[in-house]
T-cell receptor, first 113, second 112 residues
Framework: EADIYQTPRYLVIGTGKKITLECSQT?????MYWYQQDPGMELHLIHY???????EKGDLSSESTVSRIRTEHFPLTLESARPSHTSQYLC????????????FGPGTRLTVT | AQSVAQPEDQVNVAEGNPLTVKCTYS??????LFWYVQYPNRGLQFLLK??????LVKGSYGFEAEFNKSQTSFHLKKPSALVSDSALYFC??????????FGKGTRLHILP
């Protein structure tokens, strides 16, 4: 069982609210990722990090921001939630190098009303 | 440009029959290939990977995959399907620059 955690699992929030989705891993992985996924659909990479103080934007443009102050923690923040942000957000981590698999958290299902 | 294709949105298989979920890829250099499974309301779980060596790779839950360099394919297989195998399956390739590309996913339905 992978040691990567996401909270909350489910969040229903009103338009305009600021939210932070938490992601933590205990495996000491340098690389961490955030994906956006509509239920049952393909994954879209929105942010990733190579390590502490490193953050990069992914392939899908997103209004969210991320930070990486500690190796184990990679939170995602939306300053002003909108209904278009309704989706599932998956966090993942891996060792550095192309031969390593990713470990995924259980996801946060976000609904913005 | 790197890419991964899963040509079937959905695959239906009767329980007990063999199953195949297809994946083809395009990447410069040696490919690092992965299969993941996703059950409803869960994150992805790693099934197996090909890095180098034997073209037939064995993974979790009785799944295996065959790497075919000439056909640039990495199809996922299982000799005898179970109803509990019903899920969404993703193929992924990781290139030498450590960029990860996922296919669009294939929904597998195992019919009792």
């Amino acid at each position: 069982e992978a040691d990567i955690y996401q909270t909350p699992r489910y969040l229903v929030i009103g338009t305009g609210k600021k939210i932070t989705l938490e992601c933590s891993q205990t495996m000491g992985h340098d690389k961490m990722y955030w994906y956006q996924q509509d239920p049952g659909m393909e994954l879209h990479l929105i942010h990733y990090s190579y390590g502490v103080n490193s953050t990069e934007k992914g392939d899908l443009s997103s209004e969210s921001t991320v930070s990486r102050i500690r190796t184990e923690h990679f939170p995602l923040t939306l300053e002003s939630a909108r209904p278009s942000h309704t989706s599932q957000y998956l966090c993942a981590s891996s060792d550095t190098g192309p031969g390593y698999e990713q470990y995924f958290g259980p996801g946060t299902r976000l609904t913005v009303t | 440009a790197q890419s991964v294709a899963q040509p079937e949105d959905q695959v239906n298989v009767a329980e007990g029959n063999p199953l195949t979920v297809k994946c083809t890829y395009s990447v410069s250099g040696n490919p690092y290939l992965f299969w993941y499974v996703q059950y409803p309301n869960r994150g992805l779980q790693f099934l197996l990977k090909y890095i180098t060596g034997d073209n037939l790779v064995k993974g979790s839950y009785g799944f295996e995959a065959e790497f075919n360099k000439s056909q640039t394919s990495f199809h996922l297989k299982k000799p005898s399907a179970l109803v509990s195998d019903s899920a969404l399956y993703f193929c992924a390739v990781r290139d030498r620059d450590d960029k990860i590309i996922f296919g669009k996913g294939t929904r597998l339905h195992i019919l009792p």
